[in-house]
Nanobody
Framework: QVQLVESGGGLVQAGGSLRLSCAAS????????MGWFRQAPGKEREFVVF????????DYADSVKGRFTVSRANAKNTVYLQMDDLKPEDTAVYYC???????????????????WGQGTQVTVSS
């Protein structure tokens, strides 16, 4: 069992920055693909970014590319999401997720992830 805990959310004005953290515990297994997803009120959960276990490959949703940066510190079992130039449309609950190594599934799909954090609220005001 893996537990994921997000932190770093809050209220920020448009153009500001936040850094989210996701700390993993409960397992020494580290070869996860890690993803960030977000869900705004009345909308489905959407993909934000993923990062492979060794950091060799990342991919971002078009809506955040150039503004958000994902990184991971495997020795700390922690993944970060640096969010710059935040916009009101970024307002959502942000979730950290972990996906076990697999030859099947898709890094972009929430239903292919095995573990989820509780979420952290990000609110961007105009």
């Amino acid at each position: 069992q893996v537990q994921l805990v997000e932190s770093g959310g809050g209220l920020v004005q448009a153009g500001g920055s936040l850094r989210l953290s996701c700390a993993a515990s409960g397992s020494t297994f580290t070869r996860y693909t890690m993803g960030w997803f977000r869900q705004a009120p009345g909308k489905e959960r959407e993909f934000v970014v993923f990062i492979r276990w060794d950091g060799a490959r990342t991919d971002y949703a078009d809506s955040v590319k150039g503004r958000f940066t994902v990184s991971r510190a495997n020795a700390k079992n922690t993944v970060y999401l640096q969010m710059d130039d935040l916009k009101p449309e970024d307002t959502a609950v942000y979730y950290c997720a972990a996906r076990k190594p697999s030859f099947s599934g898709n890094d972009y799909h929430s239903f292919d992830y095995d573990y989820w954090g509780q979420g952290t609220q990000v609110t961007v005001s105009s």
